[in-house]
């Protein structure tokens, strides 16, 4: 089974750092672009950031380049995006995303909230 699994979502300060997952089963992730996404209350679903294949090749949004690194570990079928001086705007639900010429592949999310 196909199934893409995010964690690392949780409540933390202003300024604060998290680590998110996403864990692929059922599918090699290697030959598969991947994206994290965010999506607030109310708001449209955003592109994050994106990684290439082997890694070389990255992009953010304006919002959060300099806060945040996308990094993928093909060996361990996983990518990660590392979250720091967290925002309260960064609170949103992250969803992992696997694109590749054939289709896409979404996770359920985590969620990730900014708050003192």
């Known amino acids: 089974q196909v199934q893409l699994l995010e964690s690392g979502g949780d409540l933390v300060q202003p300024g604060g750092s998290l680590r998110l997952s996403c864990t692929a089963s059922?599918?090699?992730?290697?030959?598969?672009?991947m994206t994290w996404y965010r999506q607030a209350p109310g708001r449209e679903r955003e592109l994050v950031a994106t990684?290439?294949?082997?890694?070389?090749?990255?992009k953010y949004a304006d919002s959060v380049k300099g806060r945040f690194t996308i990094s993928r570990d093909n060996a361990k079928n996983t990518v990660y995006l590392q979250l720091n001086s967290l925002k309260s705007a960064d609170t949103a639900v992250y969803y992992c995303?696997?694109?590749?010429?054939?289709?896409?592949?979404w996770g359920q999310g985590t969620q990730v909230t900014v708050s003192s």
């Open positions: 995303n696997a694109l590749d010429g054939t289709g896409a592949y």
């Open positions: 059922g599918f090699t992730i290697s030959s598969y672009w």
């Open positions: 990684i290439g294949t082997n890694g070389s090749s990255t």
